[in-house]
């Protein structure tokens, strides 16, 4: 833990005082999104202090070009960066001649945020002394419509206390932004036109080279005590890159002067774009006859649903709460499944770090959050988008040199094609093959959907099962198969030789293939010769495949009686992170690379996570075993590993430090755990934090097309429960010491296992 000021609440994320050294991570914290679009919690008026500047647009990217001092065959030429688009949340104020901003004014008393998570709503309020020694209390209401996916909404009051005021309130949109990790400080946004109709103010902006059109709108309206003013704009300004306008207020004291403002995007992706400010202006419309009032209200039920299905509530353990409902708030926030072309970034619309919409942290970790908390149909569009970039995939091989429809999935991408520069993943982290594998595997094994391998599947199957016999070697000295110059989920070891991760994933992956080839052969001939004619597949190469996967080689050590990571692990210091000074840690901000390529210590979960995903290959004994020699090693400075060890902990009924862990993952941007928060929030590894109470504490697990649950109660907590929707049946699971009870939401009958022993869940009358 590196930051402790977020108070405890069980539905609501609370900042109490003002701190200027804390407000870019509380930007992150306290970030908005609607799946559309999102932002970071900046302040709408001036802020002159250390701030950072995010507005993000769904599915709206810029391809910045590879920055790199040695240029190698096969880099991609650019790396996809998640655009700041243009601001519409700004309203810049005056008072009695004075800016207003909390960086300058003499003090600032009562300071609150709040992010109420049950409803979508951020709130802040504070006491401000300017210079001139007026007192000013202020509140301020805002929220992305859960609905009306284009629209924002802000209500902002200012109440003079100690005199009279003329307050001037200066809202505006802005295109001319740009992105802090631009790699040539390049501007990735072209102005197009502004426009001013009525009191509506509009400015089109195109990215450059991928030619996004977006027009970024605003209405705004003024009351004064809650009573709307017949208010024309004293000014109305425009560049070929902002529109603003300015209205001035006479306010007695502790009278409430209020801007209502409306703004938000639309996008080239869902509108003709020669027809964009007609759509924006449409969007005003549909929001001027709602009203605010309606406006949240809807809001309101609209996250009322979504937790009715999603929530996980904990009895007893306030933080804990917090923690998983701040996690899930969050995933909500960032795709809702809503669009088949999205997918779930690293930073959600939190920052820009990493670049790119989708890594493979989709498959591995996300997918069952989605799969169980919406539905079917919402998790199938998360396959079906690797589907559609399959030919892509194909691409990204052929770069390699692979042949014949081999695949290699990309690990950073918008589109399909690579756009990751650093070497060592682009090129070695191939793990990402076996995670889009696994998850068509997880998907069919919870949905019990068989129709997906047949129509799509198959070929993903097959272009990845390509992919991993063609990138293995006959080691004439170890009569195997061997896999040499790859980098594993521990990107704290780039370039090893027999990633045990990596080597196992790859004969697993072999093996899946040709059983569903099998499978669709029998049960799907029709479908069966349409894929057999598209990809030429021939026995052949059936048998070659096999033969990889039967003779592959795993590194292991008879003494220590584990699986090793790679080819020489045991030649490094295998000094436990117990024993590193705290005052070392993280090491990735302490260390230079090189010392930590040569240490043993573990970024992420890596052997251990094959074993997650595999966990049926493997006796709880050997668990054990790998978690004994693993763990002391890991310094889960991944935001992916603590849930992975947080569910083998629990499996092992090691409650203590499966609780332990939890609270890692749970609260890990919370409590800043690897001082980085401020960069954005880790949203894909939230869907791990979901992971660790479900399938950890819960133990749930679909074995045989059947639900099987070894609950588990940490001490802290008295009871917990949570929802999923299995196979069209919404079922609730309640766990209470010693005893765990279900209700099921369907029509049928669903027999679920409870360590073992069966037992019938009837439908609720």
């Excluded at 001036?46 to 590879?66: E, H």
């Excluded at 996570?609 to 668990?623: G, I, P, S």
Aim: net charge negative.
């Amino acid at each position: 833990m590196n930051q402790d000021y977020i108070i405890p609440n069980e539905w609501s994320i609370i900042e109490e005082g003002f701190e200027k050294d804390r407000v870019k991570s509380s930007e992150s914290i306290f970030s908005l999104g609607n799946g559309a679009m999102g932002q970071r919690a900046n302040f709408e008026e001036l802020y002159t202090g250390d701030t950072f500047q995010g507005s993000y647009i769904a599915g709206v990217y810029y391809p910045d070009k590879t920055k790199v001092g040695w240029w190698k065959n096969g880099y991609p030429e650019y790396f996809a960066k998640v655009l700041n688009a243009p601001v519409w949340i700004g309203i810049n104020i005056e008072i009695n001649g004075e800016q207003l901003d909390l960086n300058t004014c003499k003090e600032v008393k009562n300071f609150k945020r709040e992010l109420n998570m049950k409803e979508g709503l951020l709130d802040r309020s504070f006491v401000a002394i300017l210079p001139s020694g007026l007192e000013i209390e202020v509140n301020v209401r805002r929220f992305l419509a859960a609905d009306l996916d284009e629209l924002g909404v802000i209500k902002y009051d200012i109440k003079p206390l100690n005199g009279d005021a003329k307050i001037v309130y200066t809202p505006y949109v802005d295109a001319g932004v740009k992105n802090e990790d631009a790699n040539w400080e390049e501007t990735f946004w072209e102005p197009i036109t502004s426009e001013i109709i009525g009191e509506q103010g509009f400015v089109q902006a195109r990215t450059f080279k991928t030619h996004f059109n977006v027009v970024t709108f605003m209405e705004n309206e003024i009351f004064l005590n809650n009573e709307k003013q017949s208010i024309a704009p004293s000014a109305q300004q425009k560049t070929e890159t902002k529109v603003q306008f300015t209205y001035e207020v006479e306010v007695k004291a502790n009278e409430v002067a209020t801007i209502q403002k409306f703004g938000g995007y639309v996008v080239s992706t869902n509108h003709n774009e020669n027809e964009l400010i007609s759509a924006a202006q449409n969007v005003l419309a549909q929001a001027n006859d709602l009203g605010y009032e309606q406006l949240l209200i809807n809001q309101k039920e609209a996250w009322a649903k979504t937790w009715e299905m999603s929530d996980i509530a904990i009895d007893g353990d306030t933080e804990a709460q917090q923690g998983i409902r701040f996690n899930i708030f969050q995933l909500n926030q960032t795709y809702s499944g809503k669009d088949a072309r999205l997918n779930i970034g690293p930073k959600g619309f939190t920052g820009e770090k990493y670049g790119g919409s989708t890594y493979w942290d989709t498959e591995a970790y996300c997918l069952p959050f989605y799969m169980a908390t919406k539905n079917q149909e919402v998790a199938r569009n998360l396959l079906t988008y690797r589907y559609n970039q399959l030919d892509k995939a194909i691409e990204n091989a052929e770069k390699l040199g692979f042949k014949g429809g081999a695949a290699l999935y990309p690990m950073v991408t918008m589109n399909g094609e690579e756009c990751h520069n650093e070497w060592e993943i682009t090129f070695e982290e191939i793990h990402r093959n076996a995670a889009i594998s696994f998850a068509i595997f997880n998907y069919t094994r919870f949905t019990g959907d068989q129709t997906y391998i047949p129509e799509a599947g198959l070929e993903v199957l097959l272009g990845i099962a390509r992919f991993w016999h063609q990138r293995v070697n006959w080691s004439a000295d170890k009569q195997k198969f061997v896999m040499l110059g790859v980098t594993g989920p521990n990107e704290y070891e780039n370039n090893v030789n027999n990633n045990f991760h990596s080597n196992y994933c790859a004969q697993w992956c072999i093996n899946y293939a040709l059983q569903q080839i099998d499978a669709v052969k029998t049960n799907y001939p029709q479908d069966y010769e349409r894929i057999a004619a598209k990809v030429n597949i021939n026995a052949d190469e059936l048998a070659a495949m096999k033969n990889v996967a039967d003779n592959m080689y795993f590194p292991y050590s008879e003494e220590k009686g584990v699986y090793l990571q790679q080819d020489g692990f045991l030649d490094k210091d295998l000094t436990p992170v117990s024993e590193l000074d705290k005052a070392e840690r993280p090491i990735n901000q302490k260390w230079s690379w090189d010392r930590i390529l040569r240490s043993a210590y573990i970024k992420q979960a890596d052997t251990l996570q094959a074993f997650y995903y595999f966990e049926e290959d493997f006796t709880k004994e050997e668990l054990e075993k790998h978690f004994d020699f693993y763990e002391p090693l890991t310094v889960h400075e991944s935001s992916l590993s603590p849930c992975v060890h947080s569910i083998q902990a629990a499996t092992l009924g090691r409650m203590e430090q499966a609780y332990t862990f939890y609270l890692r993952t749970s609260r890990l941007d919370l409590d800043d755990y690897n001082k980085e928060v401020h960069e954005g929030l880790h949203i894909t590894s939230m869907a791990g934090t979901w992971m660790s109470i479900v399938e950890g504490f819960g133990g749930m697990r679909v074995k045989n097309d059947t639900l099987h649950f070894e609950p588990r109660l940490p001490e802290q907590w008295k009871g917990f429960s949570f929802k999923i929707n299995f196979r069209n049946q919404i079922l609730k699971v309640i766990v209470n010491k010693g005893e765990t009870t279900f209700e099921l939401e369907g029509t049928e009958p669903l027999e679920v296992y409870v360590f073992g022993e069966k037992s019938v869940v009837q439908p609720s009358i």
